[in-house]
Nanobody
Framework: QVQLVESGGGLVQAGGSLRLSCAAS????????MGWFRQAPGKEREFVAI????????DYADSVKGRFTISRDNAKNTVYLQMNSLKPEDTAVYYC????????????????WGQGTQVTVSS
């Protein structure tokens, strides 16, 4: 069992930055691939970024490439999402997730989910 708790969301102006954190409980954090997903009002949950168990492999949605960076610290059981050059269209609830599939961008492949953190980008 893994419990995930996100933090770091908030209100920021367009062009600004935020860093989201996701703290995981349990001793098996390093066994899981980690992902960040987001869901805007009236839209389906979408893939943002994923990170392999070792942290050596990443993938990003085209909409965030070059602006967002996912990383993990297995010693701290934490995964991060650094978000730069934020745009109003990045406004959403951001969720971190843990799963055993290797580098999947498909939300159902993730077993454990956090409660989400709101990110609002004003224009």
């Amino acid at each position: 069992q893994v419990q995930l708790v996100e933090s770091g969301g908030g209100l920021v102006q367009a062009g600004g930055s935020l860093r989201l954190s996701c703290a995981a409980s349990g001793r098996t954090f390093s066994r899981y691939s980690m992902g960040w997903f987001r869901q805007a009002p009236g839209k389906e949950r979408e893939f943002v970024a994923i990170l392999s168990r070792s942290g050596s492999s990443t993938d990003y949605a085209d909409s965030v490439k070059g602006r967002f960076t996912i990383s993990r610290d297995n010693a701290k059981n934490t995964v991060y999402l650094q978000m730069n050059s934020l745009k109003p269209e990045d406004t959403a609830v951001y969720y971190c997730a843990a799963g055993t599939y290797s580098s999947s961008t498909y939300p159902p492949h993730y077993t454990y989910w956090g409660q989400g953190t709101q990110v609002t980008v004003s224009s």
